[in-house]
Nanobody, 123 residues
Framework: QVQLVESGGGLVQAGGSLRLSCTTS????????MAWFRQAPGKEREFVAG????????SSADSVKGRFTISRDSNKSTMYLQMNSLKPEDTALYYC????????????????WGQGTQVTVSS
């Protein structure tokens, strides 16, 4: 059983930055690969970035490469998404997810999800 709680969302102007956090708790949470997803109204859920359990490898969507950076604390309990050069198109509800598997790409099965944190980027 794993619980995920996102934080750090908010309203920011285009070009600004935000740092999202996802805190994990519960049994065996340290063994999970993790990822960030986002969903805007009327759109499908989109993979943003994923990271291995160790934090040693990661991947990200083309739409955010060079702007977003995913990372994980050494204790593996907290995941971050540093978002720079934000665009209005980044506006969405951002979710963190955890997988029982070591894979962390967009096609990975994610077993646990947080409630989401809203990111709104104004022009």
């Amino acid at each position: 059983q794993v619980q995920l709680v996102e934080s750090g969302g908010g309203l920011v102007q285009a070009g600004g930055s935000l740092r999202l956090s996802c805190t994990t708790s519960g049994r065996t949470f340290r063994t999970y690969a993790m990822a960030w997803f986002r969903q805007a109204p009327g759109k499908e859920r989109e993979f943003v970035a994923g990271i291995s359990w160790s934090g040693g490898s990661s991947s990200s969507a083309d739409s955010v490469k060079g702007r977003f950076t995913i990372s994980r604390d050494s204790n593996k309990s907290t995941m971050y998404l540093q978002m720079n050069s934000l665009k209005p198109e980044d506006t969405a509800l951002y979710y963190c997810a955890a997988s029982m598997r070591n894979s962390f790409g967009p096609l990975t099965i994610y077993d646990y999800w947080g409630q989401g944190t809203q990111v709104t980027v104004s022009s």
